[in-house]
């Protein structure tokens, strides 16, 4: 779940949702030297302190995704609801065209959409976090 959320390169999932707004930053920094000399110096070593930022942001969204996947999915008692109808679903006959796998994914979706859905959790997480990438940006300004 957690390199699903993350994607492994620029046009996956969280990385390619930021991919943009990442890249306008980028390039507002970047200008900001053009801008004023004395910042020559100060932008780029900023510059590498946004992208270690941002790479931080992107683990650490992961890690909040893997985590709430883990409460989701986990067993939280011997009479779950969710672990008991996959357990059912292993010795149940199926219709024709029917299959085990199909099944245990669509329950397993089901879950994960449960309030609050995976979505929405990720959506709050990265917003969350992205906001604490922006205000540690912005504290190289001393703001």
């Known amino acids: 779940m957690r390199v699903v959320a993350e994607g492994t390169d620029e046009d996956e999932m ?31 070593e900023l510059v590498i302190k946004f992208n270690s930022l941002y790479d931080d942001f992107i683990t650490e969204v992961g890690v909040q995704i893997e985590h709430e996947a ?26 024709k065209g029917e299959k085990y796998g199909d099944n245990v994914c669509q329950t397993w979706k089901r879950e994960l959409e449960t309030e609050p859905s995976l979505n929405t959790f990720l959506e709050i997480k990265a917003g969350q976090y992205w906001a604490e990438l922006v205000t540690k940006i912005l504290k190289f300004f001393g703001q």
């Open 70 to 95: 883990r409460r989701k999915l986990s067993p939280q008692s011997t009479d779950s609801e969710f672990w008991t109808a996959l357990i059912n679903e292993k010795g149940r006959e199926k219709r």
């Open 14 to 44: 969280l990385k390619k949702f930021t991919k943009q707004t990442k890249h306008e930053l980028e390039n507002i920094l970047t200008e900001l030297t053009s801008a004023n000399e004395s910042l020559k110096t100060f932008i780029p």
